[in-house]
T-cell receptor, first 112, second 113 residues
Framework: AQSVTQLDSQVPVFEEAPVELRCNYSSSVSVYLFWYVQYPNQGLQLLLKYLSGSTLVKGINGFEAEFNKSQTSFHLRKPSVHISDTAEYFCAVTGGGNKLTFGTGTQLKVEL | DTAVSQTPKYLVTQMGNDKSIKCEQNLGHDTMYWYKQDSKKFLKIMFS???????INETVPNRFSPKSPDKAHLNLHINSLELGDSAVYFC????????????FGPGTRLLVL
């Protein structure tokens, strides 16, 4: 079984500042990792994913994440955020099966 | 051209009622899912169907019954609604059960009074 921990429930940040949203996972098998974004009153949209290969993955909207196996982490970063990045961000993991296990989400609030 | 659509978008109903939520995908995917997102935004899978066959059935009260008439549709019927059923329900689909191809619908916001 897999589990995901997103320690930060809310992250406030000023526009154009960098941001990092933390995600740690636990699993007894190799994992696939994902970040999803949920804008207010909308469904989830895939930001990026790690399946294999390079540990630094780039996604949409200028986001990137780094898979760190030794620290069992998959933190999401963006060098300069915009007001439109205000949303809920979910980290998710699967052990290669059909089922995604989600973290509890991090609310990113970008302020002027 | 909506990939995964759900109806209704909002649903307000009384305790004890029976209601259905419909989901359709036009992506040609063979796997469909229902997720529940509670008031704290926690998202958990409820069911998954592959080619109309149930493959994931998490610990969900049997008041919830999914029905897949064909691989493009997965409906969720809920009997005897309770206050705790208030949540946002998301439908999703993927190809061959691969999470990396999973697309989510816009959600149905259910409020039980």
């Amino acid at each position: 079984a897999q589990s995901v921990t997103q320690l930060d429930s809310q992250v406030p940040v000023f526009e154009e500042a960098p941001v990092e949203l933390r995600c740690n996972y636990s699993s007894s098998v190799s994992v696939y990792l994902f970040w999803y974004v949920q804008y207010p009153n909308q469904g989830l949209q895939l930001l990026l994913k790690y399946l294999s290969g390079s540990t630094l993955v780039k996604g949409i909207n200028g986001f990137e994440a780094e898979f760190n196996k030794s620290q069992t982490s998959f933190h999401l970063r963006k060098p300069s955020v915009h007001i439109s990045d205000t949303a809920e961000y979910f980290c998710a993991v699967t052990g290669g099966g059909n089922k995604l296990t989600f973290g509890t989400g991090t609310q990113l609030k970008v302020e002027l | 051209d909506t990939a995964v659509s759900q109806t209704p978008k909002y649903l307000v109903t009384q305790m004890g009622n029976d209601k259905s939520i419909k989901c359709e995908q036009n992506l040609g995917h063979d796997t469909m899912y229902w997720y529940k997102q509670d008031s704290k935004k926690f998202l958990k899978i409820m069911f998954s169907y592959n080619n109309k066959e149930l493959i994931i059935n998490e610990t969900v009260p049997n008041r919830f019954s999914p029905k897949s008439p064909d691989k493009a549709h997965l409906n969720l019927h809920i009997n005897s609604l309770e206050l705790g059923d208030s949540a946002v329900y998301f439908c999703a689909s993927s190809q061959d059960g691969n999470p990396e191809t999973q697309y989510f619908g816009p959600g149905t916001r259910l409020l039980v009074l």
